[in-house]
């Protein structure tokens, strides 16, 4: 091998190996989705807060607070679920790992029925992506797409936690794919967070 | 080193912490739903809020507050400096519910 074989071959190796910001390159791939998601999620709300304030018979259907409230309580318990099963995986207690884990999932899947309950009933009162009986039919386009998109991100959440439980159980994956997972599911309860009072509690009857 | 049962309990408490002060956080935007002030007051109280309790989620159930300053740098600033660019159009919306789209 020439001197200049070997120059390139550890230059790669360097490129290959070096660890941006000391972190593992799993983890740092599920941070740069959290982040283009953020701007994703972002730009939905942003539009929303554009055409909402633009629009003088912005509609406002919400009688009550009590399915939303219920359904902010699930997501956030789910999370401190979901860091129990992080913090079991790290210190390698496989059995209980996957038990938080799968009740971070069920959390998830009641989190959905909820929501789809709660879709269920606004379809049932008229509304519909183009029209709605209050006012302006940009709701529920802007209230379907922004919790549509959210809850598509929920149900994919409960999808991944159980594959990965699952191969966590069975020795594929270690305690970095619980972590990592759980990275995500923080996520989806962070956006949560600013839909709650921009989407919900913003628009209810007083 | 720590034991398995050590590492179980290490940080579980400011966890428990951070858990609770978010949902306390998420009861007080459901108390500003209620308060009889205008829109946009209750915008910005409920945003403030919203901000606060995402802080406290990405720091300490991310555990961004542990990674390494330079990618906790890269994330906080890359992130932010977007989100901002992104609100230039709020005085435009307001030119249309003001004036109809016809005032300049």
């Known amino acids: ?206 | 080193m720590a034991t398995a049962e050590e590492h179980k309990n290490e940080g579980i408490g400011k966890y428990l912490a951070a858990y609770f002060c978010i949902l306390a956080l998420a009861g007080l935007q459901f108390v500003i739903a209620y308060q009889n002030i205008t829109a946009s007051q209750m915008f910005r109280r409920m945003l403030s809020v919203a901000i606060v309790e995402a802080g406290l989620a990405v720091m300490f159930f991310m555990h961004l507050w542990s990674e390494k300053r330079g990618f906790l740098l890269f994330v906080l600033v890359f992130t932010i400096s977007v989100l901002l660019a992104m609100q230039y159009g709020w005085t435009d919306s307001f030119r249309l519910v003001h004036c109809g789209g016809y005032c300049s």
């Open chain 1, 1 to 206: 091998m020439s001197q200049a074989d070997m120059t390139m071959q550890g230059h790669s190796a360097g490129m290959m190996t070096d660890r941006p910001f000391a972190i593992p390159t799993k983890k740092l791939a599920m941070w740069l989705f959290i982040i283009a998601d953020t701007m994703t999620f972002a730009a939905c709300l942003v539009a929303y807060g554009f055409l909402r304030n633009a629009t003088p018979d912005w509609p406002r259907p919400f009688h009550g607070i009590f399915n939303v409230a219920v359904m902010t309580f699930i997501l956030l318990t789910s999370s401190l679920t979901m860091l129990l099963g992080v913090q079991t995986a790290k210190a390698g207690d496989k059995a209980r790992a996957f038990r938080w884990t799968i009740i971070t999932a069920l959390a998830g899947i009641a989190f959905a029925v909820l929501h789809i309950r709660e879709w269920l009933g606004l379809i049932g009162e008229g509304m519909t992506l183009f029209k709605n009986p209050w006012g302006t039919g940009l709701f529920g386009s802007a209230f379907f797409s922004i919790t549509g998109l959210h809850i598509t991100h929920v149900i994919a959440g409960v999808i991944a936690l159980t594959v990965v439980g699952l191969r966590y159980k069975g020795g594929r994956y270690n305690a970095d794919d619980i972590e990592i997972m759980g990275l995500y599911w923080h996520f989806v309860d962070l956006v949560w967070m600013f839909v709650v009072p921009l989407i919900y509690l913003l628009n209810l009857a007083h």
